[in-house]
């Protein structure tokens, strides 16, 4: 596994060796450098108990104290300078590549070539350039991380999901990604209080704490739009997605966002979509990779099917979906080599340039 990491480390490190020099972009403005919370490591404590201290606007308040805590000691360490921050986005990636190999060797699979496709995809460049992403590859650390330990028998892995959850929202899907990789390895899933009692408390108190500070409440009472066209809203936005996954060109922050509304048909096609995850997931059982890795990704998008938000297309949610969607693909990429690695290197150039795009 240590040949591995320098392996990724490296291939990461020559792929996004251009992207140090980028500049603070968007939302980094309210949450990093207008933020005088993050200025100050005395405020760490705050961080996990008071959401607005995620940006100098209030109405902006979210509940990431561990993002918080990264922020201020990036801050401690160089205040402003964006070389700093991008150190930090790098190294997390490249960790996230390590554990997406992991992972695939403890399930069996070639988690090499796993490691390999979601270091250099274009599709993961959105979380390591722009610096408010962070919270995606943060909160994907540790869910990879939980799903590293829960495959290997520990039963301390639901610390690491305490600080997935600390991350960022979309992490209370983990306990049902666990979930699936039992299904998947065959283990019989049976409840054992000492393993899962800690999800389901753990999750329980994280929701008690978005509806105690006013976030959840406020996404859900005063959506921006309503939830059935959320919800073809998203089914509409899947096919954009494979598409990013597979061709991965015409990159960018701001996708179309609005599509004529094709009620009837997009409700058929969804109901065909759920119908045939549902078959999937009772169906799941040992060798199925790629059936695995399906189920597991559509179960991380969930919460943005759910909750309407702002921007309906952001490749960064697509962030810990291409490290599971790799897992699901690597026995064929082993199987044809001659084929996968050209594709890498495809792959990587294309980073490499959407590095340059996002220099300022």
Known sequence: MKR????????????????????FHWDDV??????????????????????????????????????????????ALGGYDVTGWHVVNVGLHAANACLVALVGALLGLPGVWAGLLFAVHPLCSEPVNYISARSDSLCAFFVLLTLALHVKGSRWSWLTFAAALLSKEWAVVVPGILWLCDRYQGVKIRWDWRLWSPFVALTAAYLAVLTGTGFLGGSLGDPVRPMGEQLVRQVQAL??????????????????????????GIVIGAMLILGGITAWVTRLGRRHSWHWAVCASGLTLLPTFLIPLNVIIAERRWYLVVGLLALGLSPWMARWKRITVPVLVVLALLTISRNAAWRD
Do not use: W
Request: overall charge negative; proline content about 10%; charged content about 10%.
């Open 30 to 75: 309210h949450s990093i450098i207008e933020n005088p919370h993050i200025r100050s490591l005395a405020n760490i404590p705050q961080f996990f108990v008071d959401p607005a201290c995620f940006s100098y606007d209030p109405d902006k308040a979210m509940y990431r104290p561990l993002l918080l805590v990264t922020y201020a000691s990036n801050y």
């Open 4 to 23: 591995t990491a320098s392996i990724l480390g490296l291939v990461v490190l020559l792929t996004y060796s251009n992207s140090f020099t980028g500049s």
């Open 239 to 264: 096919p954009t997605y494979a598409r990013l996954f597979v061709l991965p060109v015409g990159l960018s922050i701001e996708h179309l966002q609005e599509y004529p509304l094709r009620a009837p």
